[in-house]
């Protein structure tokens, strides 16, 4: 008997024609999967004609080395694949499915290209959208029954009783009294890989560790197909879980997380519902006149908002293929109504990501993009202000309802041009600048987790801010009659840093009190300068009379626990300096020669500029060259005159100036 062929596509007819696959039952779990291709017109596929499911996975390794016999001819595909087909394959009737892998060509560009367009209404059409998580095991099976089983119960319970303020209560005891089980622990930890904070964080950390659904909330194009899916349930082994189901589960923990991609993943799924529900007018969005029609109809803060979302989700996510981190969001992006190239994998990633950014820039009608994301720009051979969306990884906080709320426009004068390689935009030049200090570098684990490590920390933080006062010594008053000291510490007060309020309403330092004048505060900031000069000066004497050959770290710690420096407020002092270390993301400062003082995190150099942008919703640094700027990266300044910023599309400056960002 001859061996089975290799399995070729044929090439698809022409128009909108996909594959679906058609998964032949077996009553063996263990017997060769059996398949074949059927080719449709999407124009004319619908789910209830000729109803399929669509599959959302992680490919996991790329090693095609597990077999599947396609019209009778071998058909290699990856390990997670070919685990999916055998869980997903039916003991009696044939299952129609699509899945990427296996549906398009992957060897053939052109075909790749075409399909990558389509996606988003293969997903829409899909009767269910099945997000396969791994096998899992007898663990992860009780805490999915477990879970379908107290649904049930509470779908019967309210069929019963309509009442909701009569169930809801009910079915917040219920899971609240739960929530702590075994079972919904593992659900919550073991499946999503979420990260609890309970007491047996070893447990927990192994269980997330091992989490099956992990790699699937960082895969670029898992939030796509959740999105536009219909009716969206995970399958982990033989055991389903409709979506809506995890989602209540879920919202009665009280050890949620704010942030990371499993929850944003959550929450944009939340919000792209409500923006849904909104175009077809079951909800009516607030001063609103616009038609209902597609989501490119909902108004101006609601489409930022989505675009937010959508960008926060894009830099949490993964792609061996660096292009999906914005393919895998065309359909959803162009739904918004922004003009995107079509996919072609043709193309080199800048291209890719420039055109994506130009698109973003031009459908919000501002630079939130160019100010929400720092540490993205300036890679090598990049024009400066494209991101580098897969560039930066880490946790993104999901409450940004506020700040896109406080977004400017550009002025409605202003007609956005861009060439290629270039972006020209109405600029206000402000400030040079005169000095730069040093980077205040992020914590390390090990300077976070005892009291040895903190103590490291603070002697860091100790050092940097007498470099800080040290700069900032030959100002004395900045533009807007602040100290520059009050004006560093101020910048620590935006939304998104820990020292918000009152500068020094903390106990114990300088007394119990709420509130502070500005006059006090500046009092204490002096107070705080003498403090650091006096405690490094002690440092640095120690090391010089001491015989011992202490490292600055033991001699730090043998001044704090000792009486080498006596103090005032000593140790509330060191935690406020502290609170500084730990929120520094390579914090950098710097003085304008006119005295303003800011912080950053990108390269700053002594002959920057900073600029006032319309459209954008905090300073930014730009570096001259050639006739042309590059971007450097938006900034936190104080001390500015009220009069000069924040700009809005109102604002009338006699400099104003068009600008090209190369």
């Known amino acids: 008997m001859n061996p089975p062929t290799i399995f070729e596509h044929q090439a698809l007819y022409p128009g909108n024609h996909i594959r679906i696959l058609l998964l032949y039952p077996s009553r063996d779990f263990r017997a060769p999967i059996s398949c074949s291709l059927l080719q449709l017109s999407l124009d004319s596929l619908n789910s209830d004609i000729y109803p399929y499911e669509a599959l959302s996975y992680t490919w996991g390794s790329k090693v095609l080395d597990h077999e599947v016999y396609c019209e009778g ?14 869980y997903l394959r039916l003991r009696s009737g044939t299952r129609n499915l699509w899945i990427d892998s296996i549906c398009i060509d992957q060897s053939s560009l052109p075909e790749r290209n075409h399909q990558v367009k389509l996606m988003g209404d293969i997903y829409k059409r899909a009767r269910k959208v099945v997000i396969w998580l791994g096998e899992g095991d007898l663990k992860t099976s009780q805490s999915i029954r477990r879970v379908r089983l107290m649904e049930g119960y509470f779908e019967g319970l309210e069929r019963r009783f309509p009442n909701q303020h009569l169930t809801k209560p009910i079915r917040k005891v219920y899971q609240s009294k739960l929530r702590l089980s075994f079972s919904t622990t593992l659900l919550y930890s073991y499946i999503l890989g979420a990260t609890l904070n309970l007491e047996n964080a070893g447990t927990y950390k192994r269980l997330r560790a091992e989490g099956l659904g992990a790699e699937w909330f960082t895969r670029a194009w898992t939030l796509q197909e959740l999105l536009l899916a219909r009716e969206p349930v995970l399958q982990c082994g033989f055991e389903i879980i409709p979506w809506d189901h995890l989602m209540d589960w879920c919202n009665a923990q009280v050890h949620w997380p704010t942030k990371g991609p499993m929850v944003m993943t959550f929450y944009t799924r939340i919000k792209y519902q409500e923006f849904q529900q909104k175009e077809k007018g079951q909800i009516q969005p607030k001063d609103s006149t616009t038609q209902h029609g597609e989501l490119s109809s909902l108004n101006d803060e609601d489409l930022r908002m989505m675009c937010q979302m959508l960008l926060v989700n894009t830099w949490q996510r993964t792609s061996s293929d660096h292009r999906d981190i914005v393919y895998s969001q065309y359909a959803i992006m162009t739904d918004l109504g922004l003009h995107l190239p079509a996919p072609d994998y043709n193309k080199d990633l800048p291209t890719v990501y420039e055109e994506f950014a130009f698109a973003v820039i031009k459908k919000t009608n501002n630079l939130m993009l160019l100010t929400a994301l720092p540490g993205l720009f300036n890679h090598s051979g990049w024009p400066s202000w494209v991101p580098h969306f897969a560039a930066i990884r880490g946790d993104i906080n999901i409450l940004v309802d506020d700040a896109i709320k406080e977004y400017p426009s550009f002025r409605s004068t202003f007609q956005l041009q861009h060439h290629p390689g270039r972006l020209r935009i109405e600029a206000v030049m402000f400030d040079g600048l005169k000095a730069v200090g040093p980077v205040l570098r992020k914590p390390k684990r090990e300077e976070m987790d005892d009291l040895h490590g903190r103590r490291k920390g603070h002697l860091t933080a100790a050092y940097w801010l007498r470099d800080v006062y040290r700069m900032v010594e030959p100002v004395e008053r900045c533009p807007n009659g602040d100290s520059p000291m009050f004006a560093f510490f101020e910048t620590y007060k935006s939304p998104e840093k820990p020292l918000n309020g009152p500068l020094f309403s903390m106990t114990g330092f300088g007394g119990r009190r709420s509130t502070l004048d500005k006059v006090g505060e500046e009092e204490m900031i002096g107070g705080l300068g003498i403090f650091v000069a006096g405690l490094t000066e002690a ?26 420096f006596d103090n005032r407020f000593f140790h509330q002092k060191l935690e406020f300096i502290g609170k500084i270390f730990y929120s520094s993301k390579r914090t950098k400062p710097f003085v304008l020669a006119n005295g303003c003082v800011g912080i950053g995190n990108a390269d700053y150099e002594v002959g920057d500029m900073v600029v006032f942008f319309y459209g954008s919703l905090l300073p930014a640094i730009v570096r001259p060259t050639g006739g042309h700027y590059r971007l450097v990266g938006p900034a936190v300044i104080k001390g500015i005159p009220d009069h000069l910023w924040p700009l809005s599309n109102n604002t009338e400056l006699g400099d104003v100036q068009l600008i090209d960002l190369i």
């Open 539 to 564: 440092i640095d004497r120690y090391l010089e009379e001491s015989q011992d050959p202490d490292t600055l770290e033991e001699a730090f710690i043998k001044i704090v626990d000792g009486s080498a």
């Open 73 to 86: 001819q071998k058909l290699l595909v990856t390990k997670n694949c070919h685990t999916a087909l055998k």
